[in-house]
């Protein structure tokens, strides 16, 4: 136990915290954590964004920001790969029907919280975005209801919002699989073209992966 000094503050936990704290440390102490670690040419999309996004406003009343357009893509993905879609009770595996994508979410009192898109697979992009802001909106003004963050089946974390390169991020149980955003930065690299390879301005970020050890091996995560 730590000795408390004269000079230090001691804050108790409130209940939000106490949830949050126990939820972290049953994950880390259930799964095996594996965090794998990939970069992702973001060009396209940032090039493709940029093109889009005013119209995108003028015509849908929507932002389109890279959130719901990770979650189609990865709704694509899971899709694919079902297994990263399942839970574990016991010696059981679960492959869950639904592929529900959950968003950790900072709430304005600093805690976490984790909205959750529905069907994410069966949505084109306009509802994704639509979700993503009203979701969004709900956290930032407290109004999140029960079936707002139950039932997700798949997290992903946007650690880049606070600026970070990359993050470990811990698996939302019961899931198996939790996929963390870094931050877009643009930096030279190395490229193929037509005529060999040279040196461009791409616009980069890292993702990373954890995944339940105990069902997931490396090769699917």
């Known amino acids: 136990m ?12 409130d209940r939000m915290r106490k949830l949050i704290s126990a939820h972290m440390t049953k994950s880390k102490s259930t799964s095996a954590h594996i965090t794998s670690f990939v970069e ?3 060009t396209s ?5 940029n093109s889009v996004k005013d119209n995108f406003k003028k015509k849908e009343g929507q ?12 709704a694509k ?4 790969f079902p297994m990263i879609n399942v839970s574990v009770d016991g010696e059981d595996i679960i492959v869950k029907e639904n592929i529900n994508v959950g968003m950790a979410t900072a709430l304005p009192s600093g ?3 984790v909205p959750v898109v529905h069907n994410a697979d069966k ?21 999140l209801k029960a079936d707002d963050i139950s039932g997700s089946t798949f997290t992903i974390s946007n650690v880049g919002t606070f600026g970070s390169v990359m993050g470990t991020p811990i698996i939302n149980q019961p899931e198996v699989a939790i996929l963390a955003m870094g931050i877009i930065k643009k930096r030279p690299e190395v490229i193929e073209t037509e005529k ?5 301005i791409r616009s980069m970020m890292y993702l990373s992966l954890s995944f339940d050890h105990r069902v997931v091996d490396g090769y699917l995560g």
């Open 111 to 113: 805690h976490l919280i």
């Open 77 to 80: 993905a899971v899709k694919e």
């Open 63 to 74: 932002n389109i920001t890279f959130t719901p357009i990770i979650i189609e893509a990865m």
């Open 123 to 143: 949505k084109d992009l306009k509802t994704l975005a639509t979700n993503v802001n009203d979701l969004a909106v709900k956290a930032r003004e407290n109004k």
């Open 45 to 49: 999309i940032v090039n493709w964004r």
């Open 196 to 200: 060999g390879e040279k040196i461009a």
């Open 40 to 42: 992702a040419d973001m």
């Open 2 to 13: 730590y000795n408390v000094s004269g000079s230090d503050e001691i804050i108790q936990m």
